[in-house]
């Protein structure tokens, strides 16, 4: 396979195994796309499904997870702690190997305009497939979520790029997509030790996520870092959560000793990290580079230094070979392994 490119949309349901489960069936169902990685939360009531393979049959792929989610996921009743816009909030096309970012964004456009026309879901083409360069942050395409989206319509600078810029019934019920091409991302989340004060564990998140996001402009920002702070039920404490935009500016061993330092500012404590998602070998090796090696290789390193082994008991378990994009590809692309 010459060409690879990568998709890593965001599913509204995080909750309800069924649904969860057409909506990756219907990606599965594409010959020539691969199915990766499937990551669901609870709390976040949001799932991450990462698929690759050629470029147009990962569009195909796409086009019909988005239909599935559409007729799957009802807005109008759904609720959870990560923001969000539409049953299909986001959906990424990622550049893997022998195709440019320019490619996957003249890719994205032509499945937003599918998306839009033949489902009927209001889209905003975002990142390099962005038709203004006020539309290219996924924060600002996004913002004021699901519920602000009537009025966001009715607003002419935020006539949808593709599909209705019409309230009515389907609209509320699929809500409005987000969709563009990218390079690799990190989705990565930063654990507090959690005390006996709960709401002020949440409060120094939100304020720690505050500082270190790239566009706070404060002593302790960092470049292509966009962060919230939340708490999840599930797990018990709160947590930085991050997206990486530019893991050469900011690496992971980086945004976890940024993270780390806030924290002892305000006297907590990190205890871990969890990667959601996949995410590309060199960006282990780096962290791993930095936290030292011991002479079992950067990645135990890195899976050393960032705590990505310290959620057993919370059941999210860091596998290498299941959540490093390239290992994954071997597998199930390179090797023609069955989906």
């Known amino acids: 396979m010459e060409k690879i490119i990568e998709c890593v949309p965001n599913f509204s349901e995080g909750r309800d195994k069924r649904v969860i489960e057409a909506i990756v069936h219907a990606a599965a169902s594409m010959p020539g796309a691969y199915v990766l990685h499937t990551d669901s939360g609870e709390a976040a009531n949001r799932t991450v499904v990462t698929f690759a393979g050629e470029p147009e049959a ?3 792929a796409a086009f019909r997870a988005v239909k599935t989610a559409a007729e799957r996921i009802d807005m109008r009743r759904q ?6 816009i539409g049953a299909t909030d986001v959906l990424p096309l990622v550049p893997v190997r022998g195709v440019s970012l320019a490619e996957c964004a003249g890719l994205a456009r032509r499945l937003a305009e599918r ?4 489902l009927g879901i209001p889209v905003y083409c975002y990142e390099a497939a962005a038709s203004a360069p006020y539309r290219k942050g996924l924060e600002s395409c996004r913002r004021g979520e699901y519920e602000g989206l009537r009025a966001k319509l009715e607003d002419p600078a935020w006539r949808p790029d593709f599909g209705p810029a019409v309230w009515h019934e389907s609209v ?9 091409a990218r390079n690799f991302l990190g989705a990565v989340n930063f654990n507090l030790a959690p005390t006996d004060d ?10 720690i996520a505050k500082e270190i996001r790239a566009a706070s ?3 302790w920002s960092l470049p292509g870092v966009k962060a919230i702070g939340w708490w999840i039920g599930e797990y018990g404490f709160a947590q930085v959560s991050t997206n990486l935009t530019d893991m050469r500016a900011t690496g992971l061993a980086q945004a976890y000793g940024a993270v780390s330092a806030a924290a002892r500012r305000y006297g907590r404590s990190v205890t871990g990290t969890e990667v959601i998602g996949l995410l590309p070998q060199w960006a282990l090796d ?6 030292g090696d011991s002479g079992d290789g950067a990645t135990a390193a890195a899976i050393r230094g960032l705590g990505l082994d310290t959620m057993r008991s919370q059941g999210r378990v860091f596998d290498p070979d299941e959540k490093i994009v390239e290992r994954v590809l071997a597998a199930k692309v390179t090797r023609k392994v069955p989906r």
């Open 172 to 180: 509320a019920r699929t809500g409005a997509s987000v969709i563009g």
């Open 217 to 219: 402009g404060s002593d």
């Open 79 to 84: 609720t959870g702690e990560h923001p969000r």
């Open 115 to 118: 998306v839009g026309g033949e």
């Open 58 to 60: 990962v569009a195909e």
């Open 198 to 207: 709960r709401a002020g564990d949440l409060a120094v998140a939100k304020a």
């Open 286 to 291: 780096d962290a791993g580079r930095c936290f």
